[in-house]
């Protein structure tokens, strides 16, 4: 699912209590926009009944998807996908 968020506030308004799907939430341990904290908060507010997978990158910010990280965070995505099946 693919969110189309203009403002900072609409991903706040989010409720993750209402997320009953499996979930990965994947985080940069240098992330500034999310730092882990955040992330945290979110992962343990997820709705229950489904699987939920946190992975925490290391040496990774907000972009790891994009730069050199980006072949740790595919095997993660990629292990997620496979394990969910």
């Known amino acids: 699912i693919k969110a189309r968020w203009k403002h900072v506030h609409q991903f ?5 209590g209402r997320v009953h799907a ?3 939430v994947v ?10 904290h955040v992330q945290a908060e979110l992962f343990s507010n997820l709705g229950r009944g489904s699987d939920r997978t946190w992975s925490i990158i290391s040496d990774a910010d907000h972009a790891v998807h994009m730069l050199d990280g980006r072949h740790r ?4 995505v990629t292990n997620f996908i496979q394990n969910s099946s």
Do not use: S
Not at 73 to 76: G, S
């Open 73 to 76: 965070f595919l095997k993660i």
């Open 12 to 16: 706040n308004n989010l409720d993750p």
């Open 27 to 36: 985080a940069g341990d240098q992330d500034p926009y999310a730092p882990l």
């Open 22 to 24: 499996p979930t990965l």
